[in-house]
């Protein structure tokens, strides 16, 4: 029987449903006295059926440098060395998840949210070395990456769909042209699952675009930059708004190339422009951050100031100390391109903005 989580959410479907046929149905205790091989499925299985929001701690007990709660009950009796095969199994259990169909190759949806939540709560866990490799196992699982770029952009395919694709655009295209604002109903549902998958492939997104390898295959991947435009553009919920553009900053740190291909997205620039005027201070600090680290590519600067308010960037300046930094560096790059230097310095306030931010900011954002 499904039990109850801490936050009311309930034990994932993967106890009582038919999941991964190498996870196994026993439990961590009935694993013990096993060889090692049948004591991981065990514990992996036991492990998949706790409540979504609890994986990420759980996992992050295994490992041997954990401290707090104490190791999970049943990994005790697991050799060091089966560890890996226990991230391994957890991985193949969540990506099977996330890819589960139901009858005549319908989406299982209720497998696939509670995967995305699992995953989710991996995520969050930055500095457990378990975690991390379960949620780069999955992440390198066929079809997953193009799968949480379709969840985060409003559209929930079967896997068997996307790999037809190729992909990915085509049904992202199909989706924007018949609902010209796909996520709009989903973001004023907060209790809808389709709304949570959203918010949960945000996070892992954003979580991903934080390592630079990664970072470049999103950056240069047609998907995902499409998949950015599509919530960036949309008056979707200002949560799944600001991770969008928290993706774009990461994705656009280090990589002139990333970079490139996100200044591509009109619609994406444009998006992240009008997301200044968010009321929000996250919504307007995640805007700044992306458009900072887009600008850091000199020939880019023209492209981005096209679609871009200088006015906005003056006024929001001294929002927030993130603010302050972020503006006063995207100010200066787009200063240092010649080809759009003039046209900056002569935005009305901007230079009073600058002063202040010399006066009174934060020491790095006045430097």
Same mark, same amino acid.
């Given at each position: 029987? *499904?039990?109850?989580? *801490?936050?009311?959410?309930?034990?994932?479907?993967?106890?009582? @449903?038919?999941?991964?046929?190498?996870?196994?149905?026993?439990?961590?205790?009935?694993?013990?006295? !096993? &060889?090692?091989?049948?004591?991981?499925?065990?514990?992996?299985?036991?492990?998949? +059926?706790?409540?979504?929001?609890?994986?990420?701690?759980?996992? =992050? +007990?295994?490992?041997?440098?954990?401290?707090?709660?104490?190791?999970?009950?049943?990994?005790? @009796?697991?050799?060091?060395?089966?560890?890996?095969?226990?991230?391994?199994?957890?991985?193949?259990?969540?990506?099977?998840?996330? $890819?589960?169909?139901? *009858? $005549?190759?319908?989406? &299982?949806?209720?497998?696939?949210?509670?995967?995305?939540?699992?995953?989710?709560?991996?995520? #969050?866990?930055?500095?457990?070395?378990?975690? !991390?490799?379960?949620?780069?196992?999955?992440?390198?699982?066929?079809?997953?990456?193009?799968?949480?770029?379709?969840?985060?952009?409003?559209?929930?395919?079967?896997?068997?769909?996307?790999? $037809?694709?190729? /992909?990915?655009?085509?049904?992202?295209?199909?989706?924007?042209?018949? /609902?010209?604002?796909?996520?709009?109903?989903?973001?004023?549902?907060? +209790?809808?699952?389709?709304?949570?998958?959203?918010?949960?492939?945000?996070?892992?997104? %954003?979580?991903?675009?934080? /390592?630079?390898?990664?970072?470049?295959?999103?950056?240069?991947?047609?998907?995902?930059?499409?998949?950015?435009?599509?919530?960036?553009?949309?008056?979707?919920?200002? &949560?799944?708004? !600001?991770?969008?553009?928290?993706?774009?900053?990461?994705?656009?740190?280090?990589?002139?190339?990333?970079?490139?291909?996100?200044?591509?997205?009109?619609?994406?620039?444009?998006?992240?422009? +009008?997301?200044?005027?968010?009321?929000?201070?996250?919504?307007?600090?995640? =805007?700044?951050?992306?458009?900072?680290?887009?600008?850091?590519?000199? %020939?880019?600067?023209?492209?981005?100031?096209?679609?871009? &308010?200088?006015?906005?960037? =003056?006024?929001?300046?001294?929002?927030?100390?993130?603010?302050?930094?972020?503006?006063?560096?995207?100010? #200066?790059?787009?200063?240092?391109?010649?080809?759009?230097?003039?046209?900056?310095?002569?935005?009305?306030?901007?230079?009073?903005?600058?002063?202040?931010?010399?006066?009174?900011?934060?020491? /790095?954002?006045?430097?």
């Amino acid at each position: 029987r *499904p039990e109850a989580g *801490p936050s009311g959410s309930q034990a994932g479907p993967f106890g009582s @449903q038919a999941g991964p046929s190498h996870l196994g149905t026993g439990s961590a205790q009935e694993g013990m006295g !096993q &060889d090692p091989a049948s004591a991981v499925d065990a514990l992996a299985a036991t492990l998949l +059926r706790k409540p979504p929001g609890e994986m990420g701690s759980l996992v =992050a +007990r295994l490992s041997p440098a954990a401290s707090g709660a104490g190791p999970v009950p049943g990994s005790e @009796q697991l050799p060091p060395e089966a560890l890996e095969a226990l991230e391994e199994s957890l991985a193949a259990g969540i990506a099977g998840g996330l $890819r589960a169909e139901g *009858p $005549r190759g319908a989406v &299982d949806r209720e497998v696939r949210w509670d995967a995305m939540e699992r995953m989710r709560a991996l995520c #969050r866990h930055k500095t457990s070395r378990p975690a !991390q490799r379960v949620v780069a196992l999955v992440a390198a699982a066929p079809g997953v990456m193009a799968l949480l770029w379709c969840l985060f952009a409003g559209h929930s395919p079967p896997v068997a769909a996307l790999m $037809r694709d190729g /992909d990915g655009t085509e049904i992202l295209s199909h989706r924007a042209s018949s /609902d010209p604002a796909p996520i709009s109903h989903a973001a004023e549902e907060a +209790r809808d699952p389709a709304f949570r998958a959203q918010i949960s492939a945000a996070t892992c997104l %954003r979580h991903l675009a934080l /390592d630079q390898e990664r970072a470049e295959a999103m950056g240069n991947t047609p998907l995902a930059v499409r998949a950015l435009a599509i919530v960036l553009e949309v008056e979707s919920g200002e &949560d799944i708004r !600001q991770k969008a553009a928290a993706c774009v900053a990461n994705i656009a740190l280090d990589l002139d190339s990333a970079r490139a291909s996100l200044c591509a997205s009109r619609s994406l620039l444009a998006g992240l422009g +009008r997301l200044l005027a968010s009321p929000s201070h996250g919504c307007v600090d995640s =805007a700044l951050a992306a458009l900072s680290n887009l600008s850091l590519d000199v %020939r880019q600067a023209k492209t981005i100031l096209a679609v871009l &308010d200088m006015r906005r960037v =003056a006024s929001v300046m001294h929002s927030s100390p993130k603010a302050q930094l972020r503006a006063a560096g995207l100010t #200066r790059n787009l200063l240092f391109s010649s080809e759009t230097r003039s046209m900056v310095a002569a935005t009305p306030g901007l230079k009073v903005a600058l002063m202040g931010v010399k006066t009174e900011g934060e020491p /790095d954002a006045k430097e």
